[in-house]
């Protein structure tokens, strides 16, 4: 029987994705999968086209989480120390302090992110990846929870550097929200004229119970043979004809730390195979390179069809 506690954590995850709902319309799916990443300790990578409520949902899950919000426009221009942070002289101390960088936040949205060139890109892959940045020799923890939120136009490529294979594998999940239907479109509407902002959003959770549910999260139980599945399922793409490079062992640890997070979110203390068939495409397609202008979404899609249960 879970303890209380457990309950608890579990109502929270209940109450934040009530509040996301209520200034995001008709993206549940988007939602789940946005709190995987998170609770999966991971980060988010949205490839999808401008307008859809992207800027909406960090900033929603900020408000809600009680945390800090941050934003980065990616440009051509844009330098590492703009991100991390730099050292400025003080005249007034005659020594240089340290003015930390939008990184240092608890939900950092990168909007348009293969606008940076690749040396800013590399910028964010130490504090994606250790939490941490390094400035003049000097190591700087980031605050915790870090979420990195990053978005990628995939209609536009003029003036863009695309991510390279270390950058992508640095996302535990990559999605898109896509276009709503026409009846979410009206309540968008009808939600804009006398709905509730992003700033009239109550804190539902605090970021102490964030971390709570990220180690929570880790407690889930998944079987030997799930884990085995999720072993074939990848060892699978670095082996079919139609991929040229397969997903690394990094993804394999991934799948099976965001179908925990799927399983505690859907108030379950143990995975089971249909979380890791819910989840594979968000998690493997960005971390395969198709061969021959093959789209790495069917070809995963084929192979959860042709990989058996254990």
Known sequence: MPCRATILMRERIQQLTENLNRTIVGRNDAIRLVLVSLLAGGHALLEDVPGVGKTLLAKSLARSIDGKFQRIQCTPDL???????????????S???????????????????????????????????????????V???????????????????????????????????????????AAEELQMLQQVQGGIKVADLQPCISLKEVQELQQLATQVKVDKSLQQYIVNLVRATRSDEEITLGVSPRGVVILQRATQALALIDDRDYATPDDVKFLAPYVLSHRTIPAGGRRAGAIVDRLLWEVSIP
Do not use: K
């Open 79 to 93: 330098l590492p120390s703009d991100i991390t942070g730099t050292n400025i002289w003080n005249p007034n101390t």
């Open 95 to 137: 020594e240089f302090t340290f003015m930390p960088g939008p990184v240092f936040t608890n939900v950092l949205l990168t909007d348009e992110i293969n606008r940076a060139t690749p040396r800013t890109q590399s910028a964010l892959l130490e504090v994606m990846e250790e939490r941490q940045v390094r400035v003049d020799g």
């Open 139 to 181: 190591s700087r923890s980031v605050e915790s929870p870090f979420f990195v939120i990053a978005t990628q136009n995939q209609i536009e490529y003029q003036g863009t550097f695309p991510l390279p294979e270390a950058q992508m594998d640095r996302f535990a999940l990559s999605f898109s929200l896509g276009y709503p239907t």
